[in-house]
C-alpha cells in the first residue's frame, strides 16, 4: 500500500469517527429532557422531630414537569385518617391537623438550569400558603430513565436539607 492510500484511507476513518462522536452528542439528552414526564414519589431522606420519616412508611405523590414549563407537585402520607363526617369541611381538629401535616401540594411553572443541573419553581399555589408566590431552586441529585432524586434545601417543616426520590410512572 502507497503512502497515498494510507494517508486517503486515514483521513476516511478520522471523517467517520468525527460523524460517530457527533451522532452520540446529538443524543445526549438536555436536563430539561430528562426530566419532563411524570414521577411518582417513592420517599424522602427527611425525618419529623421525633425521627420518623417525613412522609410515613408508604407515602404517596406525584411530580408532573411538562415540557411547557407547567409543573405540579402533590406529597401525601398514606396514613392520613378518613373523616369520620364524611365531608371535609366538617372534620374536627385532630383530623384537619392530620391533613394539613400529612400533605403539601403546589403548582406553577419551572425553568431549568442546564449549567449547575438545578431547576427553578415559581409557585403560583400551595396548600402550605407561605409558599404561594415564591420561587424555590432545587438541583438534580441524579437522573435516569426511571428515577429522579431531588435535593431540596428548604423543606416546608423546616430543617435539614432533603432528598426527595421519584420513579418514572409507566
Known amino acids: 500500500m502507497n503512502r497515498r492510500n494510507i494517508l486517503n484511507l486515514s483521513a476516511i476513518a478520522m471523517l467517520g469517527l468525527a ?3 457527533g451522532s ?3 443524543k445526549q439528552k438536555t436536563l430539561k429532557q430528562q ?4 414521577w411518582i414519589f417513592v420517599g424522602s431522606t427527611g425525618k419529623r422531630p421525633d425521627g420518623s420519616p417525613n412522609w410515613g412508611p408508604n407515602p404517596k ?3 408532573i414537569l411538562g415540557a411547557n414549563g407547567q409543573y405540579a407537585n402533590m406529597l401525601l402520607r398514606s396514613d392520613i385518617p378518613k373523616y369520620a363526617a364524611n365531608n371535609r369541611l366538617n372534620g374536627t381538629a385532630d383530623e384537619n391537623k392530620a391533613t394539613v401535616q400529612g ?3 403546589s ?9 449547575d443541573r438545578s431547576y427553578t ?3 403560583e399555589a400551595s396548600s402550605y400558603p407561605n409558599w404561594s408566590g415564591s420561587k424555590q431552586t432545587r438541583t438534580v441529585a441524579s437522573v435516569t430513565a426511571d428515577e429522579l432524586k431531588i435535593n431540596n434545601p428548604a423543606p416546608s417543616i423546616g430543617g435539614a436539607a432533603t432528598v426527595l426520590t421519584y420513579k418514572r410512572a409507566k
Open 19 to 21: 460523524l460517530m462522536s
Open 24 to 26: 452520540a452528542d446529538a
Open 35 to 38: 426530566i419532563v414526564g411524570s
Open 103 to 105: 400533605g403539601i401540594a
Open 107 to 115: 403548582y406553577g411553572t419551572y425553568t431549568v438550569n442546564e449549567s
Open 61 to 63: 405523590g406525584i411530580l
Open 121 to 123: 419553581i415559581q409557585i
